[in-house]
């Protein structure tokens, strides 16, 4: 077992954290970049823990290499070429169902009454939906999979029954495709979203 190098990670409930993930937030706001507090506090933690390990020193020493502004040119660069990127790959804007489509009306259907059940945990309803558009897919690439055979109970594999059961589930699917209406619904679930 090596011996400890006296490096750390970078402790996130320190003023010099908190200052850095501020100023750095500033620097991407002058640069019309706008990152989640999250991605960029994460950002800061890697590379003050980085530094630590690499010099061999604590974490609270690495601050004095910490430059805000170099850190959002780099994160401003990082976002500038993914977007370029998925731009020329054509990433970026999953293509959408129909309108009509029953199987999409019941998973946007399903996020206020998730709210409700949950009591507004967030991060519960994003998995609910996650899941249920992950399955949905998987559901549909069964269309002709041998190897799924039996997989769907009686019901098998076939799309179309399982769109006219859904629809007869949602009779009034393009109702949920209104954002006013799916709005409403949240807000009648008891929540809203709002920026801090």
């Not at 620097?27 to 980085?50: C, Q």
């Not at 850190?71 to 993914?82: G, P, T």
């Amino acid at each position: 077992m090596k011996p400890s190098s006296g490096c750390s990670r970078a402790p996130t409930n320190t003023k010099a954290f908190k200052e850095a993930v501020a100023q750095t937030l500033t620097e991407l706001a002058h640069r019309g970049v706008t990152l989640a507090p999250a991605t960029v506090e994460d950002t800061i933690e890697k590379n003050i823990s980085t530094v630590s390990e690499r010099l061999g020193i604590q974490a609270r020493s690495a601050w004095r290499y910490f430059d805000a502004a170099a850190l959002a040119d780099r994160l401003a660069q990082s976002q500038a070429s993914y977007e370029e990127s998925s731009s020329e790959k054509g990433v970026g804007q999953a293509p959408m169902p129909p309108i009509d489509n029953p199987e999409l009306a019941l998973v946007l259907a399903g996020v206020p009454d998730s709210l409700a059940q949950t009591g507004g945990d967030l991060y519960a309803v994003i998995i609910n939906v996650a899941v249920n558009a992950w399955m949905a897919g998987h559901i549909h690439g069964e269309d002709g999979c041998t190897g799924c055979d039996g997989s769907r109970g009686p019901a098998g594999h076939d799309w179309e029954a399982r769109m006219r059961t859904i629809t007869e589930l949602q009779p009034n699917i393009t109702k949920w495709f209104d954002r006013d209406v799916w709005t409403h619904a949240v807000n009648d679930a008891g929540y809203t979203v709002a920026r801090r």
